[in-house]
């Protein structure tokens, strides 16, 4: 996996983040992830940081920018008409990092459900974000006014 | 959806609860999804203000009050003998709204293991609740003592 | 289920335990879970207490100690090569006991992934903790510095 290296020598020196930043943070995901579900594709590509990086392990390189990745989540794929398709995210870990960043490694699911069908699991995967602190935080498109944004984001596809 | 329109007009000018409110009101979600899925129904309706409303996509209308709550909970189709249900909550989005209410929105499963077979997922669904304080909390059979109470509940299901 | 009527005894009398310290209990699972799922097998036992026990409804009776901890872990039966195999978990209810205990209860799955197949759900289980405060948390081996170890663990599979 791309980054792991680099994540485990920096986290054997990390430490845990205090209960109240854990908490932000889980905020954060919770309304985060919504804003994919719901939709609001625009919303969530501004819950990363101008600069940020999305990257997946079936990409050939990662997306750069919030504009990039905005474009890159309207022009994903769409479910078929009638199904429906959530994002699970498990319990994220958190750390801080001797560079100050804060660093999550977290668990997610996509669930999908087709018009009168049950229930199935599309895709799991393991994420690893790096999160800084969102200064402005006023809904003014720079963010969900939980208190973080994301700078990179690598999401491997379990499977493959 | 119902509820949809009023829900995403409220949202835009909401703030994320702080922190340790976030906290709670999970706290509060993990103890409120254990009472139903150990069968204690009534104590589950309890988690409900006397005059809170339970409401479903599958109902013609919603169920009112903790009595009729508790009600239907008892009247609920019983699993087939061995085979076991419970529900998974993913973390739940926390705001307050311009009107003082906590409202939430958080995805929901229902998973099915029946005896000698592999779980299975039943349903998906997309909950909203307004939370309101439970000023008592003193265990008395008026709340969880969690500090919440559902004034409100809905429940969309995928896939109908 | 064994314990199950202790552990409802003690609960009735139970308090749910302060925000701050709902956190950082999920904080510690959220990084426990992911030491076992990345292999860090002996650190994983690490976060139980030195003679902490592990029970699971399908073992004749509970693995006692660490190192046996340590050593059943590592004896587990490999995923077949290409299988991705997670631990999930619900959203923790924590209470404080009369004893000054900590006790959990919560929900998890194992998902696992075959190379080019769709996510399948394992085992479904519903698990109980106590919990004791890692005084020590520096990070030395003797827990994740997280401020929990667990000193009992029971996992009961569903569908048994």
Excluded: N
Aim: some cysteine; aromatic content about 8%.
């Amino acid at each position: 996996m791309r980054h792991a290296k680099e994540y485990a020598e920096g986290r054997a020196k990390a430490e845990p983040v205090p209960p109240a930043e854990y908490a932000s943070i889980q905020r954060f995901y919770a309304r985060q992830m919504r804003l994919l579900d719901e939709g609001e594709g625009d919303a969530w590509a501004d819950t990363f940081t101008e600069d940020g990086t999305f990257d997946q392990s079936s990409f050939a390189e990662p997306v750069r920018g919030r504009a990039a990745i905005a474009a890159a989540v309207r022009g994903r794929p769409a479910a078929p008409a009638g199904t429906v398709r959530r994002h699970w995210l498990g319990l994220p870990a958190a750390w801080r990092f001797p560079d100050g960043s804060v660093r999550t490694g977290y668990d997610a699911l996509v669930v999908s459900t087709a018009e009168g069908a049950a229930p199935e699991i599309r895709l799991s995967t393991s994420c690893q974000d790096v999160l800084v602190a969102d200064e402005d935080g006023t809904g003014d498109g720079t963010g969900t006014g939980d208190g973080w944004l994301v700078r990179s984001r690598y999401v491997g596809h379990d499977g493959q």
